[in-house]
Each structure stands twice: as C-alpha cells, then as structure tokens.
C-alpha cells in the first residue's frame, strides 16, 4: 500500500485531544479532509508530521486513530526564523516511515523548506499553497497612513515587531517560500490566483486543482435573517494590516448615521487591549491605529472583541450576524468565506486574490474595490436593504441561497477526498 506522509502546519485538534495537548483549530479544512482519511483508511498509508512550540512536551512518534504521527520541534512564534536542525530531525522522520511521498500543506514555515531540503525527491513531493507570503509582503502595509507604518509601540520595540518589521518578516518568508515551490514537482491551488504565483515561481511545476473540505459543524446549521441582529457585521480576523479592520471601521463610520444601533464583531487575537495600563503596554502599533479610528468615527461600544472562537462558537456567531465581511488586501482562499457560504450568510468581501473565484458580485456575494470604505459601506447597506424583489426575497436572502448551493459543491467532502486520491495516484505512478 502506498505510503504519504503529511506534513501540516499545525497539531491537528483530533491528535490535540487524543494527546491532552493545546492545539489550533485554524485551517480547518485540514480537520476535514482528516476525517475522509481516517474513515476510508486502506486506500493508503497515512502519516502525519506537526509541529510543537519549543516549550512543548517533547513527544516524537505515537499513534492515533491507527495513523502513525510524528511531533518535530519548531519555534512558532518566530516563522521567519529557519532552524537547521530541522532538516536532521525530518531526515529521521523519513528513514522511519519511509513515505512514498509527501504532501506539504502550506509554504509559510520553515518546515516546508527543511523538508523538501531533506526529502529531495521533487517528483514525489506535492505542495498545497495556501497563501503567498512574497505577495502578502507586497501590499502587507494596506494603504495605512505613512505615520502609521512607522510608528512603533513600547510592544513593537520590545519584540522587534513593529509594522515595518512585520512586512519584513513576510518578505523572508516570501523566499523561503519561492525555495519550497522550486523544490516541489507537484503543486495543488484552488484559485487563478495561487495557479498564477506557483507557475510564476516554477514554470515547470504539474499543477492540481483541489478545493477545500471544512469543518463538519459548518455543514449543519443554516442563515436566516429573521433570526440574526440586525445591523450586524461579523469579522473573522483583524489583528494585522492585511485583513483590513481599519477599513471596516471606516466604513461604520460612514454607516453609523443611519444604522445607530449597529455592531461589529472581531473573532481571533484582540490587537486592541482594554483600558487597564498594563493592556496599553502591550498594544501593537497597528492596535493603537485602530483604537484612534474607532474614537475618530463615534463607534465606542459598537466595536466587539470575542478572541478565539472554536468551531461551534464561529458557527453561532456566523449564524448570528447580518453580514459576513472580509475587507482584506489579499486573500486566496479563506476559510471563514467558505464556512459563511455553507452556512448561507451574506459576504461582502475585497475583490483581491482568489476571492472572485469564490464569489460572484451580486450573485453569491457582494464585491468591493480594496481599500474603499465607500464602496464597502455601500455593499453592507445593500445587504441590509430589506425590500423585496418579485422572487419575494431580498437581496441577501437571494445571495444566502445561492452562496450556500455554491459552497455545499465546492467544498463537497467526498468529492474532495476522490480528487485527492486521484492526485496521488497520479503523483505515484510517476516515473
């Protein structure tokens, strides 16, 4: 039977519980094509690679679910450092499960690198783009104010992490990530835009349309807007520049006059503390950029940090909201737009990236220009825009059906796992 062996970006929360440890339940379609796997085991020979943080118990090789794991050891919170030894402890790996191939779910860390370094068998390494960091350091700044992009907070200074430093820190990974694409024979996107960058970073690279399977609880549950807060905005994400909070803000301040009773609602890290001294300490330049705006445009109140979110929580506060936004600078294919489509909740999102070929402007979502507050508020406005066409619905209850039909395709599991297994056929019988 044939053997691969995954190398992921994180611990996966089904060997997180198994092992008592803390894991991430970020990239959730990983989760999801996990759980294909697992259920049809016999097709191949899985093995998992997964990194854990330096102060981490430090766990090598076990087994869960009947599928071989190995933890390596990498500091996470430092992505733009590569550590040499890696490659050693990759080489260990591979001499004791002895894959066939590998499959290397994303380009972002140093792990990608050192082990495509350690494999060195290009025709048999596949690797799934996620984002691209080269690009990502290109617009990383989203059009903030000069005098922004070079502040520096007692926390930036303190942990060599201002804004500027930040985009440096994607730059490296940019290179870091041109190597992977180089060292990999086989490439899997979803979107023009991620098959554009890998074919501009290796011409000579075999390309394989794969799409994402999620999260199970996001296949259950559907939108309706009698049963959602009005006037309510919900963001995935917004601690750094690239996912565009700043101009979410903008645009509620451009709202607010006729919506007086709306929200906005962040998941994930907060980057804008509380008002206790200790919390301002540990404010990012970018966070104080943001607590200006929400002063700047009367929103005190209206702006709701919820910090990390499981899967069942997003999926109530999806469920909950009248408007799924993603205003980034650039996307390929994020999770939380496919999650809010299956779900049936109106998007508004950047034309950027692969998002066009996640949405169709007024058909399953709504489209905006990058970086233009105006033109958001006004998509938010539609979406919030109750009058009835003569279908009987609205322009969001029309977008929620077709964005939900849309989705339950694109991201359809056992579609999905049947590609996956025909690309490593395709991959393995290779010469």
């Given amino acids: ?245 700043h101009f979410a803000l903008k645009a509620m301040g451009i709202l607010l006059p006729r919506y007086p009773d709306m929200k906005l609602y962040v998941a994930g890290n907060s980057v804008i503390g509380n008002r206790s001294l200790k919390e301002k300490m540990k404010l990012p330049a970018y966070g104080k950029y943001l607590l200006k705006l929400i002063a700047e445009n009367g929103l005190g109140g209206k702006v709701i940090m919820l910090g990390k979110l499981e899967g069942e929580e997003m999926k109530r506060q999806y469920l909950k909201s009248s408007v799924y936004l993603c205003p980034s600078v650039l996307e390929n294919s994020p999770n939380t737009v496919g999650e809010a489509q299956l779900l049936g909740v109106p998007v508004a999102a950047s034309r950027t990236g692969g998002i066009p070929d996640l949405i169709e402007d007024k058909v399953d979502g709504l489209l905006f220009p990058v970086g233009d507050e105006r033109l958001l508020a006004k998509a938010v406005e539609a979406l919030w825009d109750e009058r009835k066409g003569p279908d009987g619905c609205c322009l969001a209850q029309r977008i929620s059906a077709n964005a939900r039909r849309r989705a339950r395709a694109t991201h359809d599991g056992e579609k999905n796992y049947a590609r996956l297994m025909e690309i490593y056929a395709h991959i393995l019988e290779e010469k």
């Fill in 1 to 245: 039977m044939n053997r691969v062996l995954w190398i992921c970006n994180i611990m996966l929360p089904a060997i997180g519980q198994e092992l008592g440890l803390p894991y991430s339940s970020r990239e959730g379609w990983l989760s999801g094509i996990f759980e294909k796997m697992v259920g049809k085991q016999g097709e191949v020979t899985l093995g998992i690679c997964f990194p854990l943080g330096e102060k981490e118990l430090p766990v090598r090789k076990f087994t869960v679910q009947g599928i071989c794991c190995y933890a390596f050891r990498e500091d996470l919170t430092a992505p733009e450092k590569y550590a040499q030894g890696m490659e050693e402890g990759f080489r260990q790996i591979f001499q004791d499960f002895r894959p066939q191939m590998i499959h290397i779910f994303g380009t972002e860390f140093p792990h990608a690198l050192a082990a495509v370094r350690a494999y060195q068998n290009p025709a048999r390494t596949l690797v799934g783009i996620q984002g691209l960091c080269g690009e990502i350091a290109k617009v990383y700044m989203a059009g903030l104010p000069e005098k922004v992009q070079k502040s520096a907070t007692f926390r930036d200074l303190l942990r060599k992490d201002s804004i500027r430093q930040q985009q440096e820190k994607f730059a490296i990974r940019g290179r870091r990530e041109r190597e992977v694409i180089c060292g990999s024979g086989n490439i899997t996107g979803r979107t023009r835009f991620d098959r554009e960058g890998a074919r501009r970073l290796h011409p000579g690279s075999k390309y394989y349309h794969m799409d994402e399977t999620l999260r199970r609880e996001f296949y259950t549950g559907q939108w309706r807007m009698e049963d959602c807060e009005k006037h309510s905005i919900f963001l995935g994400q917004g601690d750094y520049p690239l996912k565009g909070m």
